[in-house]
């Protein structure tokens, strides 16, 4: 259902697709590259931003040692998997998925802005190393001390992960003060 600006959902409140688009698109995004980000978006299953041409299953490799940290306790053979935990760059990631349509997500990413790939490929290479540092750091730790350990590495990385999600989809984050008055306005 729509409301003005806003579209309702089952979800909450998004805002509207004409604000989204001209919120969300970093200023080196020219209006040909943003055409054929929003063709190649269209065309994958995998969901791809259009206004960055990235795609959040990237970040599933990083949500998979979120949930080894929570449940590895558990099962010592868990724990070895989160130890022999491997991180690939974006493209790497994609090359070696089962998703039919990740020469798309490929092809997208090869067409992201300078700056939201610089960003982004910084970001998630310095998560990689802090993923691996903070796992070698859990290594020798046992009982409580590890259990600790483990929560509160797991709550940096998924702050982190966070910080990538809002670089992969921009106009999710942005609400300038006149989208947020009326919210409120349609909340009452």
Known sequence: MKHGMMDVDAGGWTVSESYRNAA?????MTEALAARI???????ITGIDPHTGLASDFLNQFNE????LEVADSDPALHRDLHAWCPRDYVEHFEASQLRDSALVIAAYTLAPASVRRRFDRLSGDLSAFILNGLAELRPLEGEAARYASEALAERIRRRVES???IIHPAERRLDNDTI???????R
Not at 65 to 68: K, R
Request: glycine share 0%.
């Open 38 to 44: 929003a063709d190649i978006a269209a065309e994958a």
């Open 24 to 28: 969300a698109f970093p200023p080196d």
């Open 164 to 166: 990538l999600s809002a």
């Open 181 to 187: 008055s009326a919210l409120f306005k349609q909340a």
């Open 65 to 68: 040692v979120l949930m080894l």
